[in-house]
């Protein structure tokens, strides 16, 4: 897992706007001899919340390296804590599998072919049933696919360190079934985009003190959306618009180059994005639009060593986010309103500061981070006077105009022998819609979290702590979203404690959650978290 702190736009362009996080799947290192491995891993939770299976292989060899694996998960009812209890309907079930294989196909280049896929079915939307009066209200399916090729060049020179051309697909299915209580209408909505991206990318070793990073990128999403309304009792069925405008395309093409120097104490990083985006919206029951937007943003950096355990670090990055099709074409009921379509967006504008200090030793890890993220052109969703629409108030997304995040993230990390380690976090959110005078949407609480750890050869034991402050300070949208308990969304603490044995072959992990069955809630969520309840892990290894 790879975090950036700060925009990431010209790394990775739109969306990546106040930090991002990449996951690698696993991967196979080749061998000089074949070798074969696997894991067969199973998780149970108390009173019927999971019981999950996940099975893998792998095999390694002097020129091919292969991995791949299905998991199959059961999740019950989520149980909440204290007077929550059983939160009906929120159970459901899903499956994936994936593979990866690589091969030499030279001296110095590689091929990796990989697939993934994950389907859901049935998940239910707890608190519209419980709180909109809906008799059935699901995601069914929940589907992805991804499937890529990358070949890798790696010349014996010393400038072009590393070349990779990337070809990928990705496939996502959503349906959603919804029916109100006193009514025969059921509605099904299916979205469906595909996804094809061409990335060419190198990595350039220029002299002892510069590197540099670049690529180009192509994307290109299609949309299909549709809904169907069937009356159950007369059987008839009505075919209207869908929740984004069916056909709808984006198509998006990109430079970036990032460059860093090393100085002896001295780290500086720079770079460039450039970025044009087709954005093409065809809507029958609303005008249609082409969008043309792009984008030139950059960051700065650098590091200064103080010492072999010490540095500090300043950055400041401009980003953006393109209006995507979501935001431009959107009609219908989203969360707890109604959304109209806006061809008239522009991009979202941020330019972000942040200034920190790392300490590290042998013994310790510490790092605090402060930062400020000026967002313009923000869009917002803005309710449309006292319109409702099926019940539901109606909004509009607009550019609101100006607005600010702002915060600090410290983690320290202490070994106090060879066996116990400790652990303690705290992160702390303000944010500010200028233009409408009133908080940011969602800004979450103050949230710490602190650990103590003991490891041994074979045995390991934890207890974690993690605590957030109440959420009161809300916009009108927080005050209007029935996720969000009146008067703001309460603090809590919740305590865990975890204990194993890993072997040669076996692992195995007991953990207690939410020992003291405090009922609590992250910001936002529309479900409580799990109440007291014990978790069992055990993995074979071969």
């Avoid at 998960?73 to 929120?90: E, I, W």
């Amino acid at each position: 897992m790879e975090v950036l702190y700060g925009s990431g736009s010209v790394q990775y362009g739109s969306d990546a706007f106040g930090g991002t996080i990449q996951m690698f799947s696993q991967d196979a290192p080749f061998s000089t001899q074949p070798e074969w491995g696997g894991t067969l891993l199973g998780r149970i939770v108390s009173q019927g919340m999971e019981q999950s299976i996940r099975a893998e292989s792998s095999f390694s060899s002097e020129r091919m390296a292969a991995t791949g694996g299905w998991s199959g998960r059961f999740f019950g009812d989520l149980v909440g804590g204290d007077t929550t209890g059983r939160q009906t309907p929120s159970g459901y079930h899903e499956q994936a599998f994936d593979v990866k294989i690589k091969t030499k196909t030279g001296k110095t280049s590689t091929l990796t072919a990989a697939h993934q896929q994950l389907s859901q079915m049935a998940v239910p939307v707890y608190h519209k049933v419980q709180l909109e009066n809906y008799a059935l209200n699901e995601f069914d399916p929940q589907f992805r696919s991804l499937s890529y090729l990358k070949n890798d060049w790696t010349p014996e020179g010393k400038t072009l360190q590393n070349l990779s051309l990337t070809l990928a697909h990705q496939y996502s299915k959503e349906g959603r079934n919804s029916r109100k209580n006193n009514t025969d209408i059921l509605r099904n909505e299916t979205d469906r985009v595909r996804t094809i991206s061409a990335i060419l990318q190198a990595r350039n070793q220029w002299s002892d003190q510069w590197s540099a990073n670049s690529g180009i990128e192509l994307y290109h999403d299609l949309v299909l959306s549709q809904r169907n309304d069937t009356d159950q009792s007369s059987g008839t069925l009505s075919t209207k618009r869908g929740l984004y405008p069916d056909g709808a395309t984006m198509l998006s093409y990109a430079l970036f180059s990032l460059h860093e120097f090393n100085l002896q104490a001295w780290t500086f990083e720079a770079g460039l994005r450039w970025n044009r985006y087709s954005i093409r919206v065809r809507d029958t029951e609303n005008k249609s639009a082409l969008l043309q937007p792009s984008a030139l943003v950059g960051n700065a950096g650098v590091v200064r060593k103080l010492g072999s355990k010490t540095a500090v670090f300043a950055a400041f990055n401009t980003g953006f986010r393109t209006p995507n099709i979501d935001d431009l074409g959107t009609l219908g009921i989203v969360d707890f309103r109604y959304e109209v379509p806006n061809f008239n967006l522009k991009p979202e504008k941020s330019y972000n500061t942040q200034v920190g200090a790392r300490m590290f030793s042998s013994k310790y890890k510490a790092s605090l981070v402060v930062y400020r993220n000026e967002l313009r052109d923000l869009i917002n969703r803005v309710k449309q006077d006292t319109l409702t629409i099926q019940g539901y108030p109606v909004y509009g997304k607009e550019n609101t105009g100006k607005a600010y995040i702002q915060g600090l993230e410290g983690n320290f990390q202490i070994k106090f022998t060879s066996h116990w380690q400790g652990q303690a976090g705290i992160s702390y959110t303000y944010g500010e819609n200028i233009s409408q005078q009133e908080p940011m949407r969602r800004i979450p609480p103050l949230f710490g979290s602190a650990a103590l750890r003991y490891r041994s050869k074979r045995w390991f034991a934890s207890a974690t702590l993690l605590a957030a402050s109440k959420q009161d300070r809300l916009a009108a949208g927080d005050v209007a979203d029935n996720r969000i308990p009146a008067g703001g969304t309460p603090g809590w603490s919740v305590l865990n404690l975890a204990c194993g044995y890993e072997g040669n072959h076996l692992r195995a992990e007991l953990v207690g959650v939410n020992l003291s069955n405090t009922d609590y809630r992250y910001h936002g969520s529309g479900i409580n978290g799990q109440g007291r309840s014990t978790n069992l892990v055990l993995a074979w290894r071969f």
